[in-house]
């Protein structure tokens, strides 16, 4: 079995020195009394885009900056990545609006992401695999070793959390995991999310409410995340990750 890597001092120091050079989070908000902050991002910024990779069906054109926000106007599947692989203690945070304002890809449905991923085609970088292994086509990520959650997903129907175990395409759910309404998404909104990896357990939550919680007993403590969406237009207006104290 492979022993999960942990980040270095003097990585945890290259990643401080990069952000402070290039504005990827504020000087106030280093340190929190939870870990150390490696990346804040509020979308100001034309080189904050370049922390991020689509992977779209149609065009990459579907993902941009603009008003101060990641935009994924996605015509049919969309999947961003963050760039930096994490690895856990860590949470991550954000800030979405799903848009339902008559444009042609304003379908609300699908506030989804994949988080602690690891391609087994490409395991040691994600971003080494061919191009055309992940299309953005959803069943083209079944391969995965990683978490998920489709929030809202089958037109704001579902939300459901699953474990991809990466050497099967089967993607185990528990029955908890399964939920439905009143777990929808409301439109034009401002959710913040909030997901933490630490030791065994695994939390996910929608401002300040947990609506998922697993204690997984083979927990995936490295891997990268993805924002993922099909015909949807979401705006991320911040992104956030802090490695978090071992306690």
Known sequence: MNQTKQPTQSNILLILVSCLLFGCFKPSQQTTNEGQVLFELNFSNASDFDFFKPETEINEQEVTLKERALDIDAIKGATVWFKEKLFAPIKIEYTVVVINNEGPNDRVSDLNCF?????????????????????????????????????????????????????????????????????????????????????????????????????????????????????????????????????
């Open 115 to 247: 988080f602690m991923a690891l391609d087994p085609r490409c395991p040691a970088d994600i971003f080494a695999c061919d191009d055309s292994i992940r299309t953005g086509n959803f069943g083209t990520y079944h391969d995965l070793r990683t978490y998920y959650v489709g929030y809202g997903g089958n037109n704001n129907l579902t939300t459901r959390m699953r474990r991809y175990p990466g050497y099967t395409r089967e993607r185990p759910m528990l029955p908890e995991h399964d939920l439905g309404p009143p777990l929808v998404i409301v439109p034009n909104q401002s959710i913040k999310v909030e997901i933490t990896v630490k030791a065994n357990k695994i939390t996910y939550a929608h401002d300040g409410k947990v609506i998922f919680e697993m204690d997984d007993s083979l927990p995936y403590h490295e891997g990268w995340f993805a924002f993922r969406t099909v015909r949807n237009h979401l705006k991320i207006l911040d992104f956030k990750v802090t490695q978090l104290y071992k306690r």
